[in-house]
């Protein structure tokens, strides 16, 4: 579940778009993330965004303290896909990101 919102400036020249994002997601062991991205939308459709992760589940709780950056990009007609890295590197992570970016790029609606 979630929102996206499409932020526009009358006075850019170009006609860029800030993206925000949030999204909830239930984990398969019943863990609760939220994930909150904001960024600017290119020309070609991509947005280049920060994420964010907020959780309670102590599981999950070192994602409170990633920092990451991510490319969304449109797949098909209602899917988009999120590529994430991690860019933070002095955090104790009981999961590479990599596991948890992999179950979020896949595709959502």
């Known amino acids: 579940m979630g929102g996206d919102w499409a932020l526009t400036d009358a006075n850019n020249a170009n006609g860029?778009?800030?993206v925000d994002v949030r999204q909830t997601f239930k984990t398969d062991d019943g863990a609760i993330i939220q994930v909150f991205e904001?960024?600017?939308l290119q020309p070609d459709g991509r947005a280049f965004v920060r994420l964010g992760f907020e959780t309670g589940t102590e599981k999950y709780y070192?994602?409170?303290?990633v920092v990451a950056l991510g490319i969304i990009?449109?797949?098909g007609a209602s899917d988009?896909?999120?590529d994430t890295w991690q860019v933070s590197t002095s955090l104790?992570?009981?999961l590479p990101l990599d596991?948890?970016?992999a179950w979020?790029?896949?595709s959502h609606r």
């Not at 070192?62 to 303290?65: G, K, R, T, V, Y």
Request: charge should be positive.
């Open 38 to 40: 904001t960024g600017q």
């Open 104 to 106: 979020l790029t896949t």
């Open 62 to 65: 070192w994602l409170n303290s």
């Open 92 to 94: 104790p992570c009981t």
């Open 99 to 101: 596991v948890f970016a």
């Open 80 to 82: 988009i896909s999120i």
């Open 73 to 75: 990009r449109s797949v």
């Open 16 to 18: 860029s778009l800030t």
